[in-house]
């Protein structure tokens, strides 16, 4: 009997079934296609990076109040000024130097000064015996402000007719909205300054022992500074002093030397008096210093004629 599948002999196996083809090709990377690949990534990234950045910019915020600057202002220009004051000194100069021979330059030399009203009246009548005078410095010696534009400003003058003596003169001085200056009257001689009346300071004597070391100090530091040798002036100031030497005199003596407030402690105020002889002329004259001292290892000087308690 014949085995079923079985043909001529041979044993006949059932057909298999052909496995279907898959739908997904195998991906074929190109160049292009990897270029894309790394810009994604590379934009992604710099996207994460501006949000951490953002964030740790928010938390880093200084959430306190805001520190408030404060508004620097420009101080109020004095009144009156420099400008006023130069131009006061050089309308004195001006009026008080004249030679009657040559009265025509007198006027001349004022015109720049002065408003038309008052160029009218300031012409001064010289007499038969005027002498040629003029004025060799000047100084402001006192001023009065009458409001925001308008100062009475008093020169003091020296003026050589033929002696020298010093005349004070007060010189009306006006501006106007641009700055202008003038003198918009009649200037007016002043007196001088009172003459104080002050006590002496009060002084003290120096131990034995401090009248000679520092007696012997300010000696020979008064010999360097008058005589100009600022490098020998190193050696008497103290670390972090420096004092200008003078130059052109001589130590011709030292004739007293008295403190000025406390006489203890490791400072000294001193008045010294002396005898300087310029190098030229030999004149002598008669000054006093006063001189700080202080006390390290010995004693230094560390100012001279400066302002300072006794």
Do not use: C
């Amino acid at each position: 009997m014949a085995h079923p599948g079985r043909v001529g002999g041979a044993v006949k196996l059932p057909a298999r079934k052909p496995r279907a083809a898959s739908n997904r090709a195998p991906a074929i990377r190109t160049p292009g296609g990897l270029l894309k690949g790394v810009g994604r990534v590379v934009l992604w990234s710099l996207v994460v990076i501006l949000l951490l950045r953002g964030v740790a910019g928010v938390l880093a915020q200084d959430t306190s109040s805001p520190v408030a600057r404060p508004v620097v202002r420009a101080a109020p220009a004095v009144w009156p000024d420099d400008a006023a004051r130069s131009f006061a000194a050089d309308f004195a100069r001006a009026y008080l130097s004249w030679s009657p021979q040559h009265a025509d330059r007198y006027e001349q030399a004022l015109a720049p000064f002065v408003s038309a009203d008052v160029a009218s009246t300031i012409q001064p009548t010289f007499g038969d015996k005027a002498t040629r005078q003029e004025v060799q410095a000047t100084s402001i010696a006192r001023v009065v402000a009458l409001d925001k534009d308008h100062a009475l400003l008093t020169v003091a003058a020296a003026v050589a007719a033929p002696e020298v003596t010093t005349r004070y003169l007060t010189v009306p001085v006006a501006r106007d909205s641009a700055g202008g200056l003038v003198v918009d009257d009649l200037p007016s001689l002043a007196a001088p300054p009172a003459r104080a009346q002050v006590t002496e300071p009060e002084t003290a004597q120096l131990s034995a022992a401090d009248q000679e070391h520092i007696g012997d100090v300010l000696e020979h530091f008064l010999e360097a500074y008058l005589a100009g040798r600022s490098g020998d002036l190193a050696y008497f100031a103290p670390p972090g002093v420096r004092i200008d030497a003078l130059g052109g005199y001589e130590l011709a003596g030292m004739s007293s030397l008295v403190a000025v407030g406390p006489v203890t402690g490791d400072t000294r105020t001193v008045l010294v008096t002396v005898r300087a002889k310029d190098a030229d002329s030999r004149v002598e004259y008669p000054l006093r210093y006063r001189v700080g001292l202080v006390m390290r290892d010995r004693w230094y000087v560390a100012a001279i004629n400066a302002s300072g308690k006794g």
